[in-house]
């Protein structure tokens, strides 16, 4: 047995004649110098460099756990607040909260400018009551000529919307929290009319709402925006795809988007997903399986295509192929309601009534849930 008591002397007495060497001004230094790396290894600095180069290296979910304890350690730390909600949305897990981090910041950053802007609706109301008052033109001489000395601010108020978008984003996959979201797509509009991302996230909310005509509005309006938008010309197909019942002619409009998407980032798995979706609708099952497995080899967290995949091979009266799929759409999704619904078929298809009944029960709990905004 190792007898710590003597190790500790041991080490004890080789750094006392180490230190029996050094001047006491030496020691001093040595000892600050210690304490410095101990207070770097501690600091803010240090985490969102370490954050900085997991991002680099496209490690997204660890970087943000580097940004966040760079956040604990400095609540204004304003590179680690933006990059951790950054990171958030390439690694597609983007939050509600990770973006209110960035509203309330950006918030308290450009409250002046925002109270500057508020000041010139007012004095522009006055000065139509009351046109012969010089006082009124005066005052919004020089709430104009300060937003013209504060472009910066300016342009970090602007990038609030874009925030505001993304958080409306997020609340629009909860039924329950659907009006905060068009709040938040209000406020952005009112902040920057011009902002991409905000017409993005009204359209996805459309289409979740299920008024895909106005999605498709929504959507046009950030593709005339930004022509380079892959995802929103992924999601006017997907718009166009939810009216083919209504008028076959929008399966062709849906291929043509998603194309589209697909051609602008040629690594975008839910277009693959999505064309593979419009191509199994058209019974082209050949090319929506390709689709789909390309679009699982760029994510293997997309539920969507390995849900198509499932409904390909129940079609086919593949059935232990379908099961596998709607199973591996369950893990990505656990609330996957419709991979439940068709395995609970494919269940019953090859006679195993008892995980039929169970898919079953385990779906009507999952939408009971839904349906009370839990």
């Not at 106005?214 to 046009?220: E, G, K, P």
């Not at 019942?245 to 988007?257: G, P, R, S, V, Y």
């Not at 593979?276 to 090319?287: N, V």
């Not at 849900?307 to 656990?334: C, F, M, Q, S, W």
Request: positive net charge; contains cysteine.
């Amino acid at each position: 047995m190792v007898n710590t008591g003597d190790s500790f002397a041991d080490m004890l007495d080789v750094v006392l004649k180490i230190f029996g060497f050094l001047s006491i001004g030496s020691i001093a230094t040595v000892i600050a110098y210690f304490a410095k790396i101990r207070g770097y290894l501690q600091s803010a600095d240090r985490s969102f460099k370490k954050g900085s180069r997991l991002t680099k290296r496209g490690k997204y979910d660890k970087a943000i756990k580097w940004y966040d304890k760079a956040i604990e350690r400095d609540y204004k730390s304003v590179g680690a607040i933006e990059q951790s909600a950054i990171s958030h949305i390439r690694a597609k897990s983007f939050t509600k909260q990770s973006c209110t981090k960035m509203i309330h910041l950006l918030t308290e950053q450009t409250r002046t400018v925002a109270d500057t802007i508020n000041l010139i609706e007012i004095y522009k109301k006055r000065r139509v009551d009351e046109p012969e008052n010089p006082d009124h033109v005066n005052k919004l001489q020089e709430c104009h000529l300060f937003l013209e000395n504060h472009v910066e601010q300016v342009e970090k108020y602007k990038g609030l919307a874009r925030w505001l978008g993304w958080r409306a984003r997020c609340l629009s996959d909860n039924p329950a929290t659907y009006i905060q979201a068009e709040q938040d797509i209000a406020s952005a509009l009112l902040i920057d009319p011009c902002c991409t991302l905000v017409h993005y996230a009204h359209g996805y909310l459309l289409h979740i709402k299920g008024k895909y005509e106005d999605a498709i509005n929504a959507n046009t309006e950030a593709i005339r925006l930004d022509p380079s938008f892959a995802t929103a010309h992924n999601n006017r197909g997907w718009d166009c795809a939810a009216l083919v019942i209504k008028d076959e002619a929008f399966k062709k409009e849906a291929l043509k988007n998603f194309d589209k998407a697909i051609k602008l980032d040629p690594k975008h798995a839910l277009a693959y997903g999505n064309r593979g979706y419009c191509y199994y609708r058209l019974g082209e099952y050949k090319d929506a399986i390709r689709d789909c497995k390309t679009s699982i080899r760029i994510n293997r967290k997309n539920p969507l295509a390995y849900l198509i995949l499932g409904h390909i091979y129940l079609k086919l009266e593949k059935y232990k192929k379908a099961i596998r799929n709607y199973t591996k759409a369950i893990k990505v999704d656990p609330r996957q309601t419709r991979a439940y619904r068709s395995r609970d078929y494919a269940y019953d298809a090859i006679g195993r009534n008892d995980l039929s009944v169970a898919d079953r029960e385990k779906r009507d709990e999952i939408e009971f849930i839904m349906n009370q905004g839990e």
